[in-house]
């Protein structure tokens, strides 16, 4: 697909959605002008660009999650190694009934890449329901450069901070949070009456192997996920919490991806992630907690 059909893709996923943005510097509600800027009422522009996303940050920003984990995780998603979390998601979204009649918007903030966001909607999409919008929005450039990549046709893809997020109140759905930095608060002001939020959790048993080949221990600690359902808990009634845990044998090239997804790898020893980067085999943990809520009853 060209950059020139993405970026009208774009233009038309936003024209049939007014609304949805608001300006990230001043609130104010934004409109598509010419199917190439998004502009508010105080004149504050935004350009569509080339490659079928839309960047939303004032200023750039930085951070160590790069090409090379973007691309590793990617490879990782797609192999099935999230499947059953990425399936039980698909039904929370796709089991509900909702009110009015638009599309089903689900918003994944810190998709990074993407792609959890388009396992989800392609499994929702093998069913019958109403049509779904997805936007992924994530502060790396490089990230939502490789989404809309490989995913344009019914996703819009942000350049955008979660702290000051571009989108009207009420707008989604569902939000989504999986293995991301969370603010209850702004999910809360963009969620509709009846959405909900689905949050994502590690448990003290996730990637535990490499845990122990990397740094010496074995788990994770507990208080931490503990700490992380209460604070849901604050903002959200929690109407579903599944845990996840199984376990996963992996060879190259996708035990090599696993360990360049995760910052597990940052701060290991150098000698200790060259001889895990050097294994042959390794049976991987998954232990994952699917936490839904809803908003509290006033």
């Known amino acids: 697909m060209s950059a020139t059909t993405k970026k009208i893709i774009l233009a038309g996923l936003m024209a049939a959605n007014p609304g949805l943005f608001c300006c990230p510097l001043c609130a104010c509600p934004m ?21 079928g996303y839309i960047n939303l940050l004032p200023r750039p920003a930085g951070g160590k999650y790069g090409k090379e984990l973007f691309a590793s995780r990617k490879a ?44 989800i909607q392609g499994l929702a999409a093998a069913g019958p329901h109403r049509s779904l919008l997805g936007v992924g929005l994530d502060i790396s450039k490089e990230g939502i450069a490789l989404a ?14 979660l702290a000051h997020s571009p989108f009207g109140s009420g707008q989604f759905h569902s939000v989504l949070s999986i293995l991301a930095p969370s603010n209850y608060a702004e999910f809360q002001r963009l969620l509709t009456p009846d959405g909900i939020i689905v949050k994502v959790i590690p448990g003290p048993g996730y990637l535990q192997e490499l845990r122990e080949l990397l740094y010496g221990c074995l788990s994770r600690q507990t208080n931490a996920d503990n700490e992380i359902r209460e604070r849901f808990s604050e903002t959200f009634e929690i109407t ?4 996840f845990q199984y376990k996963v044998c992996l060879q190259p090239p996708l035990l090599q991806q696993v360990i360049s997804m995760t910052p597990l790898s ?14 042959y085999e390794l049976e991987i943990s998954v232990d994952l907690t699917v936490l839904a809520g809803r908003k509290q009853p006033s």
Do not use: M
Request: proline fraction near 2%; include cysteine.
């Open 148 to 161: 809309a990549k490989n995913n344009s046709e019914s996703t819009i893809w942000c350049v955008g901070d």
């Open 266 to 279: 940052w701060a290991a020893d150098k000698a200790r992630l060259r001889n895990a980067l050097q294994l």
């Open 76 to 119: 990782v998603v797609n192999s099935g190694f999230f499947a059953p979390v990425d399936t039980y998601i698909s039904g929370l979204i796709t089991g509900r009934e909702l009110a009015g009649n638009g599309p089903h918007r689900i918003l994944d903030a810190g998709c990074g890449e993407g792609s959890h966001l388009a396992a």
């Open 31 to 51: 409109s598509l002008t010419g199917c190439k800027s998004l502009i508010c009422s105080n004149h504050h522009c935004f350009d569509l660009a080339r490659g």
């Open 240 to 243: 579903e919490a599944r845990r």
